[in-house]
C-alpha cells in the first residue's frame, strides 16, 4: 500500500502507557515502508508494554524517552524533535496523556513536545470502553478537538481486558491510512463520489457463471485515493477478493442487473460517479434454478443472452446526472475507441487502458480522453495512478459553489 503522500514526511511518532503498544511496532513499519521518517519517542509507562529497542530497530532511529537526555547537544529535545516534524501522532494515546493534552501539562518529554508544537498533532486514543466513556475523558476529547488536534477513532470491539465496547484502537492498517488522508491533499473535500468497481458475475445456473477477469484493485485503488483526499466514498463492488478500504462505504453485488439498481439508487445523492466496473455486456435470459446435468446423448445447452444495462449510460442520460467518469478496457486501438466510446457514452472524461495488458496487475498506464483532446499519464502503480487521477478529476469539476 504504497503511498506517495507519506513519502518523505518527517513523523514523530508518540507512545504512551496501553496494551496497544504492540500495535505500534507494526503501524511503524507501514509507515517506514511508505517513505516516512519515523521518530519514536515514548513515555516511561509505554517502555513497560515495549522496548525502546524494539521500536528502535523497527524505526531504524533512536528512541527518546526522557527530557534530560545526553544525545540532544542543547539539552532541548523538546523543541529540537518538534520542530523537525510534518505531525506529531500520539499511538496508543492513553485516557491520562489526553487528560494531561487538554490542560496543556507539560511534565515529561512527549508532552512537552506536544505543548511547544508547531506541526499538527493526531492522537489514537486507545482505552478500556468504561475510560472511553467517562465524562472526564469526553470533555477531554471534545476540547482537543476544539484546540484542533485530530483524533482518530477509537474503534468499537473486543478489548484486552475481556470487555466489548468503544474505546479499542484502530488497527495499524487503518491509523495508517487515517494518517495518509491527513497529508493528502484534499482535493474533493465535501465532495460524493459513488464508483463502480470490479467484474460482474452472471449466472447460467446455480453453480456456474459468466465473469471477467477486472480484479478490481484500479476501482478499489481510486476509492481509497477519493476518501483520502477528502470526498464521502460509496464503492459498489463486484465479486472481488480485495479489502475495503478505510472509510469507503461498500455495497456488493453479483450480477450488473445488482451493480444498476444499487447505483440507481445511490446516485441522487452524489456528485461524481465513476464507473470503474467492467459490467457484463450481456447475461443469460433466465439461469436454470437447479445445476444443468450433462446428457446421456452428450447434447450440449444452449443459451440466450439478454443486454445487460450500461449503468454509466444510464447515469449519464439522468437529468441531473453527476460528473460522469467511464473507464475503458481495449485490447487495441485505445486512441480510435477511447474517444468514440467517451462520445458514445455522452460523458466528460474517459480513461482508457489497454485491458488485457492491465487486469490483475499492480500497474496500469492510462490515456485521458475528453472533449478537447487526449493527455497520455506515464505508467504507475494503481495506487499513486488513482491519487493522480483524482485530482485530475478534481481539476475538471464544476464550481463547488454551484453544487447543493
Ligand atoms: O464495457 P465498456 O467498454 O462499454 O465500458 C465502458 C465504461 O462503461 C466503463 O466505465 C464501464 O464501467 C461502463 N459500463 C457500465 N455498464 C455496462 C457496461 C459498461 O457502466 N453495462
New binding site residues.
Partial sequence: MATAELAGKHLVLGMTGGIACYKIAELTRLLVKAGATVQVVMTEAATQFITPVTMQALSGRPVYTSQWDARVPNNMAHIDLSREADAIVIAPASTDFLAKLAHGVADDLLTTLCVARECPLLVVPAMNRQMWANPATQRNVAQLRADGVETLGPDSGPQACGEVGDGRMLEPEAVYEAIASFFAPQVLAGRRVLL?AGPTFEPIDPVRGITNRSSGKMGFALARAAQQAGADVHLVAGPVALDTPWGVFREDVQT?QQMHDAVMRAVPDYDIFI?????A?WRVDHASDHKIKKTADHRLPSFTFVE?????AAVARLPHPPFCV????ESGDLDVHGEE?RAR?NVPLLIGNLGPLTFGRDDNEVVLFEASGHTKLPRADKQALASTLIAEIAKRLPDTSLIS
Avoid: R, S, Y
Avoid at 308 to 312: A, C, E, H, R, V
Avoid at 326 to 329: L, Q, R
Fill in positions: 463502480t450488473a464507473a470503474v466496473a467492467a459490467v455486456d445487460n444495462p450500461d449503468i454509466l467511464g473507464f475503458a478496457a466510446k457514452k
